[in-house]
């Protein structure tokens, strides 16, 4: 049997060659591993944009996937190198909010984290039918172990050492919590959907965390940024500027045709955005 797909999602760049020293360390312990870059572009440090982009791909790979994923400003301090079991693929990563889409994903319904704010990290439980194990066993790190590499000398051995075929739960101790990122809105109680702009991409698109299966299909405006878009497009052609639509994420995005809304609007992750049915209580666009 080939061994496991392995992937790699870093704020590395292609500079320093910290991506290239990782996967040196991942094919000296497996030579015959695949290994497939998600992305080394992460901007440096932001864990919610490496989390959405993870949670973005991960779900397009075979369910015996290994993913790895480092954006760790707190490396060498006492957070938890954490080990993710779920029916989906494993996951190793920094305990810090990297697997916020991830544990969304597997949960039945989205964690509830209204003590803290916007983005600002709280632990949640295991979702059902997934485990996890802090990563405390150095017989499988690579030593000695740098107080600022983890991901080459801890990360990187275990998850190669998982491509073998070595048990999950023999990396460490059983777990019960995970941290997330509080990227989820709760609406509003006049019925108008409220949420933010929770990532934005290379093209400039702004991804809210408004899910498109929850979109009232009588919408009538999007408003963000002080700007009010009528309806939602179908297609990036279906509007001369700016426009909201279903992105392929599965979020409500804005977009700007041949542009950027991100620069258009000057908008930042955390943006309000608000979407208005036709009737919401029975009240009509222009009273709002």
Known sequence: ?????????????????????VKGVL????????????????????ISHGAFVLGSAYRYFDD????LAVVDPGVGSSRRAI????PEGRFLAPDNGLLTYVVMGQASESPVVSSVGFMESALVAVPEGCAAYAITRPEYWRHPVSRTFHARDIFAPVAAHLSLGVAPHTVGEQVDTITVLNAWSEPDDDAVLRGQVIFIDGFGNLITNLRSD???????????????????????????????????HGYLEVAERNGSASRRLHARVGDSVKLLPA????????QQ
């Open 1 to 21: 049997m080939p061994a496991p797909i392995i992937s790699l999602t870093t704020d590395f760049g292609s500079v320093s060659g910290y991506a290239g020293t």
């Open 27 to 46: 094919l000296g312990i497996n030579p015959a591993s695949t290994i497939v870059d998600i992305s080394h572009d992460v901007p440096a440090q932001d």
């Open 64 to 67: 015996s996937t290994i993913h």
């Open 83 to 86: 080990l993710l079991v779920t």
């Open 214 to 248: 929850r979109i009232p299909s009588d919408t009538v405006s999007v408003e963000i940024c002080g700007e009010t878009l009528t309806g939602i497009a179908g297609t990036f052609a279906e509007a001369d500027g700016l426009m909201a639509l279903h992105g392929s």
């Open 279 to 286: 009737n919401p209580l029975g009240h009509s666009a222009d």
